[in-house]
């Protein structure tokens, strides 16, 4: 996943706190800070924060140009005036252009004009995100980096998706130090993108009959390498296919996971687990490719039915894991080299493509423990 710029906003004087700036100074997913030039000065900055200084008018600017005591390092003037950045750029400035975007008129100003600055920070009044869309669309192939005022942490987070790449970053509006501190937790679990897979051993394989199994449906389209970890024990699964390999009576389900029996736990973000039978429309999922990168899935539909089933047991390095998934020969697993394997064809000694971990969860939650699972 690429970095986002993320800026803090502090042009309201009441969230000029000395502790909420140091607070920003300590996060190293913030980026910068943007001032109003009329409240600027007077604290202390981290060597890596970009300096905004929004200034309105061609005035403005002068003013804050004029004065004894100025923001030291790398300063970025933002105005939504287009002279006052003419000046700032004969100044041998940094620049960035301010649109408040609320109608068709605003919107094709960020569009036509903010490729000629280094940012373009847009506010939107309504919450949809079409004109995102388009500015992005519009400036994709410009240097400008384009960032979106947000107030919360959701609006963040889904405007990281618009348009597939998203923007290239955020100015976020708030006075409360949970709110930063949950943003960089977000940031930091979104950059987690990675787990390590390994080759373990098949050890046993036996078939159980009849259980209840869930099929796992996603608002998402999988490709032909991806799974979801499936596992019996906190210590790890296998890679489950998803169900976009060729059948020959029936047509592929490049949204699915026939994922296994329902007492099974499947990994999800933020390092946690869940039963399937807790997974239910609107969570999210990890899915994972045979290279062992992650992406958030949604859940669109829970599919629980009586099917056999079937035991997958294996080893690595002194290390059981087992998976039951339903006994048909349309499952698919990975095997120890990312290829699809028929479930019903593993026996022992195969390698199996899994995923192995320090034991112990607490309702999905890592934690460290004494325990025993077979």
């Given at each position: 996943m690429r970095e986002r710029i993320i800026w803090y906003d502090a042009r309201n004087q009441g969230k000029k706190d000395p502790e909420l700036i140091a607070l920003i100074n300590q996060s190293y997913n913030f980026n910068g800070i943007l001032y109003d030039s009329e409240q600027t000065?007077?604290?202390l900055h981290s060597d890596r924060l970009t300096i905004g200084i929004y200034v309105r008018t061609v005035e403005g600017l002068q003013t804050y140009l004029n004065r004894d005591e100025q923001e030291q390092g790398d300063?970025?003037?933002?105005?939504?005036?287009?002279?006052?950045l003419k000046l700032a750029l004969s100044e041998n400035l940094q620049t960035g252009l301010y649109v408040y975007i609320e109608d068709e008129a605003s919107m094709l100003k960020a569009c036509e004009e903010g490729g000629a600055y280094n940012y373009l920070l847009v506010e939107f009044k309504d919450e949809t995100n079409i004109p995102l869309e388009l500015v992005i669309a519009k400036l994709q192939n410009s240097d400008t980096e384009v960032l979106k005022f947000v107030q919360t942490v959701s609006d963040a987070v889904v405007s990281k998706e618009v348009m597939e790449v998203g923007c290239d970053g955020f100015l976020i509006d708030t006075g409360r130090a949970e709110v930063i501190s949950q943003l960089n937790l977000a940031l930091e679990n979104a950059k987690n993108t990675t787990l390590?897979?390994?080759?373990?051993?098949?050890?046993?394989?036996?078939?159980?009959?009849?259980?209840?199994?869930?099929?796992?449906?996603?608002?998402?389209?999988?490709?032909?390498?991806?799974?979801?970890?499936?596992?019996?024990?906190?210590?790890?699964?296998?890679l489950v296919c998803s169900e976009t390999h060729y059948l020959p009576y029936m047509n592929t389900r490049p949204f699915r996971v026939n994922a296994g029996a329902v007492h099974s736990y499947v990994w999800c973000p933020n390092d946690t687990t869940e039963y399937m039978t807790d997974l239910k429309a609107g969570n999210k999922v990890f899915v994972i490719d045979v290279a062992g990168n992650l992406r958030e899935v949604n859940i669109g539909r829970m599919k629980i039915e009586v099917r056999p089933l079937l035991l997958i047991e294996a080893e690595y390095e002194g290390k059981s894991m087992n998976t039951i998934v339903q006994d048909?020969?349309?499952?698919?697993?990975?095997?120890?080299?990312?290829?699809?394997?028929?479930?019903?064809?593993?026996?022992?000694?195969?390698?199996?493509?899994?995923?192995?971990?320090?034991?112990?969860?607490?309702?999905?939650?890592?934690?460290?423990?004494?325990?025993?699972?077979?």
């Open positions: 000065g007077g604290l300063v970025v003037i933002v105005s939504p005036d287009a002279d006052a390590p897979l390994v080759k373990a051993k098949v050890t046993n394989v036996v078939h159980l009959g009849p259980g209840e199994r869930a099929c796992i449906d996603t608002t998402s389209l999988l490709t032909m390498e991806e799974a979801m970890i499936v596992g019996s024990t906190s210590s790890g699964g296998f048909d020969w349309h499952i698919r697993i990975f095997d120890g080299e990312g290829r699809p394997k028929n479930a019903t064809t593993f026996k022992v000694g195969d390698e199996i493509l899994g995923y192995v971990c320090e034991p112990g969860r607490h309702v999905g939650v890592k934690i460290q423990e004494k325990i025993l699972e077979n």
